[in-house]
């Protein structure tokens, strides 16, 4: 599917907030392939953070973490708003989880913006 990045980003938001954490990592995916900067790195931070609810949910804690922690790592350098997400609300939540937290239900909070 060859949609636009704002199109992929609100569909994979809305498939990790109904908890369809695999169908969200596979939605950003698609878009991450064809983005650069800040975008990519918004991408692989939002399917880090997929892949490691799916590792917790199995079980695999410590693959888990190692997730959470790439995410963060990935999330922290952009700015408390990016591309519509609120990355500032997103990460505590991450480093929540990370470190073995329940935290709230994951959401990930997003106000999609005109693309140009």
């Known amino acids: 599917m060859n949609s636009g990045f704002q199109e992929c980003l609100a569909e994979g938001v809305a498939l990790f907030n ?13 878009a991450w392939r064809r983005e650069s900067g800040e975008r990519r790195g918004l991408l692989q931070g939002l399917i880090l953070v997929a892949a490691g609810l799916i590792k917790r949910g199995a079980g695999r804690a410590e693959g888990a973490r190692t997730l959470f922690t790439r995410a963060l790592e990935r999330l922290e350098g952009l700015p408390a708003v990016c591309e519509g997400v609120d990355v500032g609300v997103l990460v505590p939540q991450v480093h929540q989880w990370r470190d073995g937290g329940a935290g709230p239900r994951p959401v990930v909070v997003f106000r999609p913006m005109q693309e140009a």
């Open 18 to 30: 109904a908890g369809r954490w695999y169908e969200a990592h596979e939605r950003w995916e698609d």
